[in-house]
């Protein structure tokens, strides 16, 4: 490496010196003169004449100026390619690498001796089977209690607003304990889609008519039979024969003994009759003029209007015509016209005439022929809504008869709850005094509440033997209005040793926005389980009492 070095130092060396030589002998060639000094060069120099015009856009010349020379320095001697300059100390020499010692191979590897094989290992007991879990999430036979919220923090963390972890067994109970509401029942869905083709048939929306009918009739419900009806009505009204004489076919083969039945059988003869004639378009004028002419006939000659109303609502005309001759009918003082919606109302016709029947025999204050029907009917949905007539004509009398003697559970609900939408507050307590079912005692507290008699609920949160009756009671309470029932829940809270039961109190004040009293409940407290249930609630409050309070908290 360092022989390279030395030789490489020797070339440029040598190039170096054969540079000068020659530029020696430039300055000996005739001719020559010695460089002048700057400033006479400058001085004696001709000026220079004045650029010539350019034309546009051409690069200007430059005028060349004459080569000055610049005198250099004296050459160096002449050095020989195989000399080095005097002075320079000589380079040492490289040592000599020695050669490296040839590879010695290794021994050979003596193999490991294989290992013994394990030895098998027994065979395991079989496993127990485990017993079989009970569902998480099944519904409990009563309305569950709201859950036990988790172990509050300390009362200085809660004065911050800070909501403290829930661990995933507390997320796993408030879960079983608050399951879903049940999804409604089919039934719910096919009247939503039955109304909603109501609604399109009175509109003239026939393609949407025949949508909505035909779902409820694909899904075969307690409504199929009229959802075929319908359908046939709107496929005739959009000129489709066929296709509304095939929906009538099989409204005669799958419902034989349905009440439609003569209604189909009259709208077959017509879409019969029909066939092969343009739909009228002058049709919905047709029918408005109608109503106005039942409407003019009635107020002038009531005993001749009477046998074209009846006939009418046993024709195939539109319903609109037809509910407007029962409500015409309804609207009327004669007794005639009153025992044809009674004779509707008993099911004289088809089942939606049925319904709208029981609803005018409601506005009418028909109370005794309501009885009728509700004796005369056992169809569940008719009873229903004989049930919500008398409430309309407010026949108190009927309902608690019906909550006392009626066998359908269901039907017992809904008269309770008329009684309360009526604020029955003494049918109500009477019928609470003399029931033993727990489930129906709690159906009379929500109807005591729902027709607002605090009294009542107080009586109830202070004296039922039941503790669910109570908590229902309480719950209840806080719903109404605090100047009514604030005090009044302040003073069980004192009197109250049950902890479950003062929870509840928290609560309810709490859902009334309460603070005032739940200051004043926190500071005579000593159970530091409630405390902490009251800091809580007044955490999440706008409260000027509850943040002064929080304040005073986190000064001690």
């Known amino acids: 490496m360092n022989r390279v070095f030395r030789t490489g130092i020797g070339i440029v060396i040598t190039l170096g010196a054969t540079c000068a030589a020659r530029s020696q002998s430039l300055i000996s060639v005739s ?58 100390p000589p380079l040492l020499p490289v040592p000599a690498v020695a050669p490296e010692s040839p590879f010695t191979p290794e021994g050979e590897i003596t193999p490991e001796p294989a290992l013994a094989p394990m030895p098998p290992l027994p065979p395991e007991p079989p496993l127990s089977p485990e017993p079989a879990l009970a569902p998480v999430f099944q519904e409990p036979a009563d309305t569950p209690e709201p859950p036990e919220p988790p172990e509050a923090p300390e009362l200085a963390t809660l004065a911050f607003g800070l909501r403290a972890p829930i661990d995933a067994g507390t997320a796993l109970f408030a879960l079983q304990a608050t399951p879903r509401p049940p999804r409604p029942p089919r039934s719910d869905e096919d009247d939503r889609y039955y109304e909603r083709g109501q609604r399109d048939l009175e509109r003239s929306r026939w393609d949407q008519a025949v949508e909505e009918f035909a779902e409820v009739a694909a899904r075969g419900g307690a409504k199929a039979d009229g959802a075929l009806y319908w359908k046939a009505y709107a496929l005739n009204k959009l000129g489709k024969r066929e296709d509304a004489l095939a929906s009538l076919g099989e409204l005669h083969t799958k419902y034989a003994s349905s009440r439609w039945q003569d209604d189909a059988k009259a709208l077959e003869i017509e879409v019969k009759q029909a066939s092969g004639k343009p739909v009228n378009p002058d049709s919905a004028g047709d029918e408005e003029l109608k109503l106005m002419a039942l409407n003019g006939l009635m107020n002038s000659d ?54 709208k029947a029981v609803n005018y025999l409601g506005i009418m204050g028909a109370t005794h022929e309501l009885g009728e029907v509700y004796g005369a009917n056992n169809d569940t949905a008719v009873r229903r809504a004989v049930l919500h007539a008398l409430m309309v004509s407010g026949a108190k009398d009927q309902l608690l008869a019906a909550a006392k003697g009626e066998k359908n559970p269901e039907l017992r609900h809904v008269a309770i709850n008329q009684l309360g939408v009526l604020g029955a507050h003494s049918e109500l307590w009477q019928l609470y005094q003399v029931e033993l079912t727990l489930e129906i005692k709690r159906e009379i507290v929500n109807a005591l509440f729902v027709g607002g008699a605090a009294d009542k609920l107080l009586e109830v949160a202070r004296t039922a033997k039941e503790p669910e009756l109570r908590r229902d009671a309480i719950s209840r309470l806080g719903n109404l209005d605090s100047h009514r029932t604030g005090e009044a829940l302040a003073s069980m809270y004192s009197s109250e040793s049950d902890p479950s039961i003062r929870k509840q109190v928290i609560r309810a004040l709490f859902v009334q926005g309460n603070g005032h009293a739940m200051v004043e409940i926190a500071r005579k407290e000593t159970d530091i389980d409630l405390k902490k249930e009251i800091v809580r609630c007044l955490s999440n409050m706008q409260s000027k009492e509850g943040t002064e309070y929080l304040l005073e908290l986190l000064n001690k």
Do not use: C
Not at 34 to 47: D, G, K, S, T, V
Not at 51 to 79: G, K, N, S, Y
Not at 324 to 343: H, Y
């Open 31 to 88: 001719g020559w003169k010695e460089p002048r000094p700057p400033a006479l060069l400058l001085a004696q120099e001709p000026p220079l004449p004045p650029p010539a015009p350019r034309a546009l856009h051409e690069a200007p010349l430059r005028t060349p100026r004459p080569f000055r020379h610049t005198p250099t320095a004296p050459p160096a001697p002449a050095i020989a390619p195989e000399g080095f300059p005097d002075g320079m």
């Open 302 to 355: 009531p005993e001749r209007a009477t046998p074209l109303l009846e006939k009418l609502l046993h024709s195939s005309q539109s319903p609109k015509i037809k509910e407007r001759a029962l409500f015409v009918l309804a609207q009327s003082g004669s007794p005639t016209a009153r025992k044809l919606v009674l004779q509707m109302a008993k099911g004289g016709s088809n089942p939606d005439l049925q319904m």
